[in-house]
């Protein structure tokens, strides 16, 4: 077998087999296959794409070519969910107290931001202390003792994935179903996983706008979870504003405090839907809960009593994160920040928000990475006050910017205020979850 | 402008800009694209094609990335014959002297040869002393002096499209029209030409085995030297079996020299024919001749004088190689090698030819090049005792093998043989020419 035979088939619109996709695999793993052939095969797969079978091939190979996690030692479903990015998308860091305060074990390994999406491991950081570079050993432990643990990942996780999905950046090839799949679910198979819940977001702000497109992916990605024996079920959730009150990283750890706190805003209250969907399903499908009604309620006490933010503050002590941002969650965020009033100009109703434009401003500023490799600055922010549907008047303010100073603040505020789409008649209000599958 | 967002644009199978084509290409040259971003964008465009305006920017982008070379000092018309290859094609050896027998300067750059094909430079080198590494100033010199020369790309012609073809072979994507008429053009429009003629080969050993898909290369090769100010016609021409008698670099130097001395056996007839047709649109392009009846009754009379032997004659005392082969052809040829007759196994006539599969054993042994870097035997080769449509009886020779040793011989023989297939009815006679584009 030779590089160029596998390219050609594919190039052709053939079928690989296990055997090529698995040669494939092995070949970028070992190097044997040279960087511009990879890239080749991966552009004939992004335009003659892979049917379920090679989808499923390519994820085991990917899987294969690193460490599975064994938590056979652990006597707890093993669970976890996972985003395709957002903006605003801050769950993660109250799904998994939720979830582990509710006898779930959840290793959850997570990204860093990138384009105008944030990461989990980018707002953790903005915890002083936390530390996300977890050995293989080290975060066996802490899901062991504390219920969870959140890093990155290590080096002996599908590094084949590593590899390619660098190429896939370089070289446009990132947005197509068969290899996202391939490339998440690799991840997430080799957390050794009983139950997965995936939340695919679709809309102005997601990297699947269309929710065919989304539902396309999410299908693919519930039927290879499945298919490898981990219950996966996914959730197409609106992605056409940020979720929840807060885009940045401290300020996003801020909102999720302040919920496990139960203090919560109005505007926090969509993102907490949501995660509340996401977990109860965690709990449904690891048999905790019988419903997800049921499974709700749990996590609604889990959250009144206090039990998840202790779960929080446990996690925080172990990952060496400061466990005082429990008790003043305000301490988290920078107060010498310059902050601006994102004003409307005129009457009338929130009918559309530009996510993706928010989201690639508050990259622009330091709250992101438009490029991989940027570092970025954890204080910034934006908090949306104004969310879709609700009524304003001139004047009044869509959100507040927080950032280093004004020229920050002047290069980035008509495209914030450019982001809003002020109507006249108030537009109907679409479901945050849209489809289950 | 970024790589990416050129290689986004072909995925989606938009049209590219000259300014984005150029910044490719300087890319390349330059190696500010990584070749796995070169090898994405080049997969992309083999899948999602190049129209002809694109097709036009991408040929003159790799012609500027490379010097072009000037005779304007030399008072004659320039013209060349370029092929694409196929099994005993040797007409550039005649062509070349008899072109400039009619006084016609021919700056022959040539190739070497690569899987199942032959490749002029590696025939030329058959030749004792014969030196194909010709400076710029050597090569201009001798075309001047003797009307033709004959040498490899140098490293100042189209350097993209060196490195661009090396990558395209890696990645099987050499096969596509625009990246194959790019490729060839670039070169020949290098050759600072007033005309070009193509032998666009068709048939079982052509790289374009389909009349269409020939007929489609040859009219983007056409429009493309059109649109460049250089006359070009093309030729499709018949690649069904080997192009006259021998198979083998010194053999098909032999078979060429027995030409040039007007000593010519029925099977190389038909390769003269292929020569004569060439040589005679370079005439009629140059406006030399005014039909091609007048042009080769001229090159009839350049061989039957033995102008046309006196011109390679002279090539060769100018390029280093032995000139006594013009006197002794038989010198070119190994006596000591093993031979083996290939015999049909019944009566009937020669009804089919796998012409690849005759070419590959032939490299197999020595002949040619199976990848890229094997080295060569120029003795070994195969002369071509039945032809297409040739009656024939059990026991008599198909052909006639000369290799090594018996081992080398019983390893193809079987190959050889399977390569003829032997019917009871006489096949229809094919076009040698089967159009003129």
């Known amino acids: 077998m030779r590089p160029q035979d596998i390219i050609t088939k594919k190039r052709d619109g053939k079928r690989l087999s296990e055997e090529e996709i698995s040669f494939f695999i092995k070949g970028v793993t070992d190097g044997s296959w040279a960087d511009y052939q990879t890239t080749a095969l991966i552009m004939a797969m992004f335009l003659n794409e892979l049917d379920s079978e090679e989808q499923s091939y390519i994820t085991q190979a990917m899987l294969n070519s690193g460490d599975v996690l064994d938590f056979s030692d652990i006597d707890k479903p093993k669970a976890d969910k996972h985003s395709t990015g957002g903006v605003g998308d801050k769950t993660s860091l109250i799904i998994a107290p939720l979830a582990a305060s509710c006898g779930i074990a959840v290793p959850m390994i997570s990204g860093r931001s990138l384009g105008h999406t944030g990461g989990t491991l980018d707002k953790l950081e903005s915890i002083k202390g936390f530390n996300v570079n977890l050995s293989t050993a080290e975060f066996k432990r802490i899901v062991k003792e504390c219920g969870y643990a959140m890093a990155g990942q290590t080096a002996d996780i599908a590094p084949a994935d590593k590899k390619i999905y660098a190429l896939r950046d370089a070289t446009a090839t990132v947005s197509t179903v068969p290899l996202i799949v391939a490339s998440i679910m690799s991840k997430k198979l080799a957390e050794g996983l009983d139950?997965?819940?995936?939340?695919?977001?679709?809309?102005?702000?997601?990297?699947?706008?269309?929710?065919?497109?989304?539902?396309?992916?999410?299908?693919?990605?519930?039927?290879?979870g499945n298919s490898f024996g981990v219950k996966t079920q996914a959730l197409i959730t609106d992605m056409n504003q940020p979720l929840g009150k807060y885009v940045g990283n401290a300020h996003e750890v801020f909102e999720c405090v302040k919920v496990l706190r139960n203090e919560i805003d109005d505007q926090m209250k969509p993102m907490l839907e949501v995660a509340l969907e996401l977990a109860s399903r965690m709990l449904l499908l690891s048999h905790v809960s019988e419903s997800t009604a049921q499974a709700k309620e749990l996590l609604v006490e889990k959250i009144e009593s206090g039990e998840a933010l202790e779960k929080f503050r446990k996690n925080l002590v172990m990952q060496g994160g400061t466990p005082e941002i429990c008790d003043e969650p305000g301490s988290l965020l920078d107060r010498n920040l310059f902050k601006l009033r994102i004003e409307s100009k005129r009457d009338g109703f929130v009918s559309k928000i530009e996510t993706t434009k928010i989201g690639k401003a508050i990259s622009y500023i330091g709250g992101g990475r438009l490029k991989a490799g940027d570092s970025i600055d954890h204080s910034v922010g934006y908090a949306c006050e104004a969310k879709l549907g609700d009524e304003i008047r001139r004047g009044e303010a869509l959100g507040m910017l927080f950032c280093r100073d004004k020229n920050q603040a002047d290069s980035i505020s008509e495209k914030l205020r450019s982001a809003y789409r002020i109507a006249d008649i108030k537009p109907r209000k679409k479901d945050l979850i849209k489809d289950v599958i």
């Open 195 to 224: 139950a997965l819940v995936l939340d695919v977001k679709t809309g102005n702000g997601a990297f699947m706008s269309e929710f065919e497109n989304a539902k396309r992916l999410a299908e693919a990605m519930v039927e290879t």
